[in-house]
């Protein structure tokens, strides 16, 4: 008898990479699938309860003005894209060399710590006119908010990271005779790296909210000032599309950091 | 036998051959009132392997931090090869190996073992017999082939082995190591006391080897050296004659027990 059998032998080791790609499926469609069906809701309340556009635009409006505009969004984009950045670093690297003066000078640091404090519980909303006033319309402005805004975590974060060298670590140094510019190098910055990241990962998502809010305050250009058009002039559509654009901002900025910290930290 | 030593009970013990590699003479340590170590007299033959052995709070652990020039002495004097602490740290006489092997974390193995060398070339830390080679040195303590993994890839017992193998790497002549197997269990650290022993004999260093494990003491140390607590005193030496190379199975022996034995009624009197 010419019977033809496909016998299917059983391999474990499939079967757990089968598993295994099913779960890593799983994994990124449950949060996909939801936020699609969020939108959806959206969409459908939108148009089943007749909400004004102007007091919330349907989803597919939105997409609409997003594909229309997407020049002049674009055309904004770029200076809040310059101004977080230009901030982010300012901020940060501010943030770290004082980390750095307060580790090694407690003199240092009892005298400005307090007063960093106090900068840090003025309400941005209410610095930012002060230093458009201070500084003019321009840039500067913007950038100096946007500084101010990461300053404070990453320094209380870096003054963390380079104190927490392990106490062994540092009679290791001792033994080994290192000189104070050997610990800091070799041991005290590497150590704080992963504190530094933490600090960096927040401020990249604020730096953006520190340059909006000073684009409210008085600038032509860029991402806040098109909120504010946007708002005023009752374009809703357009005033989410923007939305958008700087939340896209703010999760391309963290994914910079991330991808930075997985290839410096790796330990 | 062993209970010859008992009449020099607090007193020096000097040593014909070999020299000493470090002689503490009355040496105190105080911490604010409290006083750690109270006029210790010890002398540590040059080459041989010492075991210290007490209650906790003895001072163990301080009576190394006073010989490597962690911690100062209050009163009385240390000395390393005939140079004063600080000059025998200057000149990497000495190597210590801690509790938890204190390995940078974002270093490979080899790199960890390399820190030693990259500190202090600016000053010309010389090492006089020149330093060995850390790849070599890996590989002595048993890790050819992971010297690019990361500590934390690494299992306690090799992340320890790492240590002394970066140790070593400026050929001290005297190691000093603060239950460095402590936090092992039992069949690692059954083994690295093994690979220690090779390595003293292969190196000819001097070890002072604090532990809180009295066959680990046993196993190791020629000479165990017994502290006493409130304050910190020399209770006794204690001449360990047990044949070498010492072997795991040298533990069944009825010598190897009474020794145990006789240290744990002496632990009891401390």
């Known amino acids: 008898m010419a019977v033809v059998e496909t016998v299917s032998v059983p391999d474990p080791v499939a079967d757990a990479r089968a598993a295994a790609r099913r779960e890593k499926t799983m994994t990124a469609a449950v949060p996909i699938a939801t936020a699609a069906a969020l939108i959806l809701l959206w969409e459908v309340g939108v148009r089943g309860f007749g909400v004004p556009t102007y007091i919330a635009p349907a989803p597919s409006a939105v997409a609409a003005t997003f594909v229309d505009k997407f020049p002049v969004l674009m055309q904004n984009f770029w200076p809040t894209f310059v101004e977080s950045v230009a901030g982010f670093a300012v901020g940060n690297l501010a943030a770290i060399l004082i980390a750095v003066t307060f580790v090694h000078s407690r003199h240092m640091e009892r005298a400005f710590f307090p007063i960093a404090v106090f900068v840090n519980t003025i309400p941005i909303l209410a610095i930012a006119p002060v230093l458009v006033l201070i500084l003019g319309p321009g840039i500067t402005a913007k950038v100096v908010i946007a500084a101010l805004i990461c300053f404070f975590p990453t320094l209380v974060n870096m003054v963390r990271g380079l104190q927490s060298v392990s106490p062994q670590t540092l009679e290791l140094a001792r033994i080994l005779s290192a000189s104070k510019s050997e610990i800091f190098w070799k041991m005290r910055l590497p150590s704080s790296l992963p504190f530094l990241f933490s600090a960096l990962k927040i401020s990249a998502t604020t730096s953006v909210i520190g340059a909006i809010v000073g684009e409210w305050v008085g600038a032509d250009l860029g991402l806040g000032a098109l909120i504010i058009d946007a708002t005023f002039n009752f374009n809703s559509p357009l005033l989410y599309a923007t939305v958008f654009m700087s939340s896209g901002l703010s999760v391309l900025m963290f994914a910079l950091v991330t991808l930075a910290e997985r290839r410096i930290v790796r330990w | ?270």
């Open chain 2, 1 to 270: 036998m062993m209970e010859t030593k008992e009449s020099l009970t607090g007193a020096p013990v000097t040593v014909p051959h070999g020299g000493s590699a470090a002689t503490l003479k009355a040496a105190s340590v105080c911490f604010g009132s409290f006083t750690a170590i109270d006029k210790l007299d010890l002398e540590i033959e040059a080459g041989s392997f010492y075991t210290i052995l007490g209650p906790s709070g003895c001072g163990k652990s301080t009576m190394l931090r006073l010989v490597s020039d962690l911690i100062p002495a209050a009163a009385g004097e240390v000395s390393i090869f005939g140079k004063t602490t600080e000059e025998a740290r200057l000149a990497r006489e000495f190597a210590f190996v801690f509790q938890d092997a204190a390995l940078l974390p974002w270093r490979s193995a080899l790199k960890n073992v390399e820190l030693p060398l990259e500190i202090g070339r600016k000053r010309n830390i010389d090492i006089p017999t020149g330093p060995r080679n850390p790849r070599e040195l890996l590989e002595l303590v048993g890790l050819k082939g992971r010297e690019n993994a990361l500590p934390h890839e690494l299992s306690g017992g090799m992340r320890q082995r790492v240590a002394i193998a970066r140790a070593l790497v400026c050929q001290p002549k005297l190691l000093l190591m603060d239950e460095p197997f402590g936090a092992l269990d039992e069949m690692t650290r059954d083994r690295l006391n093994l690979q220690l022993l090779d390595i003293w004999r292969e190196t000819g260093t001097t070890i002072l080897f604090v532990t809180h494990s009295i066959s680990e003491a046993v196993f190791l140390g020629q000479k165990v050296v017994m502290l006493r607590a409130n304050p910190g005193r020399l209770r006794q030496i204690v001449d360990i004659e047990l044949p070498e190379p010492r072997e795991t199975k040298l533990r069944d022996t009825p010598e190897f027990t009474r020794y145990c034995g006789y240290l744990r009624d002496l632990l009891e009197t401390c």
